[in-house]
């Protein structure tokens, strides 16, 4: 596995969405279950190395958050990859109690009929 060395690399402003954000892939780091996906910034990934656990931007609160910090649901970071155009980010974790707002421990609890 290649090591990213520096934040710098990772492409904040590729996909051209408001505020430099780039999606972010929650993964639980035992299971390899997709828990949710939220949105980072710099700042946030920058807080979120520091930390050890999760901070994202809120788009419909335009604020940072940190998940867990009113629920709970911590979410302890264990690796943080960027996919080949360093523009996407997935974080494996130790999630606390569930990821989802909804109380449910992943947010794709809900299937698509086909």
């Known amino acids: ?5 520096k ?14 954000l780039i999606p972010a892939i929650v993964q639980d780091f035992e299971n390899n279950e997709v828990l949710m996906l939220a949105y980072m910034n710099e700042e946030s990934l920058r807080r979120t190395l520091e930390t050890g656990t999760t901070w994202f931007w809120s788009r ?3 604020e940072f958050w940190n998940k867990g910090a009113t629920s709970g649901h911590y979410q302890y970071v264990k690796a943080i990859y960027v996919d080949c155009d360093e523009d996407t ?3 494996k974790v130790e ?10 421990r992943t947010c794709f609890y809900r299937n698509v009929s086909i």
């Open 1 to 5: 596995m290649q090591k990213l060395e």
């Open 7 to 20: 934040i710098d690399k990772v492409n904040f402003t590729k996909l051209n969405f408001s505020n430099e």
């Open 60 to 62: 419909s609160r335009s």
């Open 89 to 91: 980010l997935l974080i």
């Open 95 to 104: 999630q606390i109690g569930a990821a989802c707002h909804t109380g449910n």
